[in-house]
Nanobody, 125 residues
């Protein structure tokens, strides 16, 4: 069992930055690919970004490429999401997820075994 806890969400003006963190329990963090998803009000959950177990492979949704960066620190059992040049359309609840069954950097929610509780990100215009 993996327990995921997100932090770092909040309210920011358009053009600003936020850094989300996802801390995990256990000593097997390095065996999981990690991903970030988001869900805006009235919309389905969507893929944002993912990173492989080693951190060498990453993937991004087109909507965040060049603005968001995923990284991980396997020594600290933590994955990060640096979000720059935020837009109002980035407003959503952001979820961290762990995958032991997917490909290197899975982009589909079905590939993830464990999910955090989510953290709210609100971008004002």
């Amino acid at each position: 069992q993996v327990h995921l806890v997100e932090s770092g969400g909040g309210l920011v003006q358009a053009g600003g930055s936020l850094r989300l963190s996802c801390a995990t329990s256990g000593r097997t963090f390095g065996t999981y690919a990690m991903g970030w998803f988001r869900q805006a009000p009235g919309k389905e959950r969507e893929f944002v970004t993912a990173i492989s177990r080693s951190g060498r492979i990453t993937g991004y949704a087109d909507s965040v490429k060049g603005r968001f960066t995923i990284s991980r620190d396997n020594a600290k059992n933590t994955v990060y999401l640096q979000m720059n040049s935020l837009k109002p359309e980035d407003t959503a609840v952001y979820y961290c997820a762990a995958s032991s069954i997917g490909t290197a950097a899975p982009t589909t929610s079905a590939a993830y075994n464990y999910w955090g509780q989510g953290t709210q990100v609100t971008v004002s215009s």
